[in-house]
């Protein structure tokens, strides 16, 4: 398996488990800050289309900028390509974690989806 890339954030507490969990199986990572440097627009177009096009799963709905930029409604009506250059410009707007690689793509941190990546490997 290719070094994952972890976006994630210091004070995401998902983030936290996330990177418990990896270090715990020996997975090698980088970890990226998210916020200072966000997913390149290509990873973003790799992990919407690992979440089958759904392009609100990519955005932090629970996030401040998430809620001020009013992106509940406006993905109603938004592009893709407008959504992923949104998200490319402001690292606060997706969903963490974000690891991705050559061959895995995941987003957020669930055990059993995570689980049955990591296990597969």
């Given at each position: 398996m290719t070094t994952?890339?972890?976006?994630?954030?210091?004070?995401?507490?998902t983030c936290r488990k996330a990177?418990?969990?990896l270090t715990g199986l020996g997975?090698?990572?980088?970890?990226?800050p998210i916020r200072?440097?966000?997913?390149?627009?290509?990873?973003?177009?790799?992990?919407?289309?690992?979440y089958d096009g759904v392009v609100s799963r990519l955005f932090n709905t629970s996030g401040q900028d998430y809620r001020q930029g009013d992106y509940k409604n406006r993905l109603k009506t938004m592009s893709p390509e407008m959504a992923i250059d949104e998200?490319?410009?402001?690292?606060?707007?997706?969903?963490?974690?974000?690891?991705?690689?050559?061959?895995?793509?995941?987003?957020?941190?669930?055990?059993?989806?995570w689980d049955g990546v990591f296990q597969a490997c």
């Open positions: 994952l890339k972890a976006y994630m954030h210091s004070n995401c507490g990177k418990k969990y997975v090698e990572f980088s970890e990226i200072e440097q966000p997913p390149t627009k290509d990873e973003l177009g790799i992990m919407l289309d690992a998200l490319a410009a402001n690292g606060n707007l997706i969903k963490r974690p974000f690891v991705i690689s050559d061959t895995i793509a995941l987003i957020g941190f669930r055990q059993d989806e």
